[in-house]
T-cell receptor, first 114, second 112 residues
Framework: AQSVSQHNHHVILSEAASLELGCNYS??????LFWYVQYPGQHLQLLLK????DPLVKGIKGFEAEFIKSKFSFNLRKPSVQWSDTAEYFC????????????WGAGTKLIIKP | DVKVTQSSRYLVKRTGEKVFLECVQD?????MFWYRQDPGLGLRLIYF???????EKGDIPEGYSVSREKKERFSLILESASTNQTSMYLC???????????FGNGTRLTVT
C-alpha cells in the first residue's frame, strides 16, 4: 500500500536556524507531491507542490523542497526560520494510478523559539 | 480566492445524537472531501465526491455518511455519534484530479 513517512513528529528550533523536514513516500509510479502547512488556529494551506520539471520547487514564505526520485523523497527546507514559522507541516502525495487520492504523512509540529 | 466554509467551528454533541457537518465551496469545484484530523495520525479520508450525487468511501467511512445534492455543498453525517468520533473534521475541495486541495477552517467536534 502507498504510504508517506515524515521522519520527525516534533521539531524545536531557534530563530535563524536552518530547517529540513523529511518526507519519503512509497510508490513507484508518477506522483504529484505537496507540502501543506497549518498555522495555529488556521486552516491547512498549500505551501508548495511538485508536478513535473525542475525538482527544486519554491513555495511561499521562503520555503523550498527538492524531489529526489531515486530516494522517493521530497524534503522541505528553509535556510533561516522565523518564529512565525511555528506550525504543523504535512507532506502529501497523489498518483494518477490511484485516481489522484492524496496520501498524507502524519505531520511534523515545528516550534520556533524566539 | 477559493473559499471553503464549514458551518461550525466548534460542536459539542451527546452520544447517540445525529450530527450534521456542512461544507460549502464557492469555486465550482468538482471534487470535495471530508477528512478527520487526529494528533499523530495526520489526515484520514472519510468520504469524497467527484460530482453531484456521487460519493465514494474513503479509508474510514464506518459510522459516517455523506450527501451531495448540490455541487457546492458536501455534508457529513454522523448517524449516531460516539465518543471515538471526537475529532477535528476538515472539508476540502479541488477543481480536478491532481489539483491542490483547498481546506475549510475545520469543525472541532466533541462527543460526550
Amino acid at each position: 500500500a502507498q504510504s508517506v513517512s515524515q521522519h520527525n513528529h516534533h521539531v524545536i528550533l531557534s530563530e535563524a536556524a536552518s530547517l529540513e523536514l523529511g518526507c519519503n513516500y512509497s510508490y513507484g509510479g508518477t506522483v504529484n507531491l505537496f507540502w501543506y502547512v497549518q498555522y495555529p488556529g488556521q486552516h491547512l494551506q498549500l505551501l508548495l507542490k511538485y508536478f513535473s520539471g525542475d525538482p527544486l520547487v519554491k513555495g511561499i514564505k521562503g520555503f523550498e523542497a527538492e524531489f529526489i526520485k531515486s530516494k522517493f523523497s521530497f524534503n522541505l527546507r528553509k535556510p533561516s526560520v522565523q518564529w512565525s514559522d511555528t506550525a504543523e507541516y504535512f507532506c502529501a502525495v497523489n498518483a494518477r494510478d490511484s485516481n489522484y487520492q492524496l496520501i498524507w504523512g502524519a505531520g511534523t509540529k515545528l516550534i520556533i523559539k524566539p | 480566492d477559493v473559499k471553503v466554509t464549514q458551518s461550525s467551528r466548534y460542536l459539542v454533541k451527546r452520544t447517540g445524537e445525529k450530527v450534521f457537518l456542512e461544507c460549502v465551496q464557492d469555486m465550482d469545484h468538482e471534487n470535495m472531501f471530508w477528512y478527520r484530523q487526529d494528533p499523530g495520525l495526520g489526515l484520514r479520508l472519510i468520504y469524497f465526491s467527484y460530482d453531484v450525487k456521487m460519493k465514494e468511501k474513503g479509508d474510514i467511512p464506518e459510522g459516517y455518511s455523506v450527501s451531495r445534492e448540490k455541487k457546492e455543498r458536501f455534508s457529513l453525517i454522523l448517524e449516531s455519534a460516539s465518543t471515538n468520533q471526537t475529532s477535528m473534521y476538515l472539508c476540502a475541495s479541488r477543481s480536478s484530479a491532481g489539483s491542490p486541495l483547498h481546506f475549510g477552517n475545520g469543525t472541532r467536534l466533541t462527543v460526550t
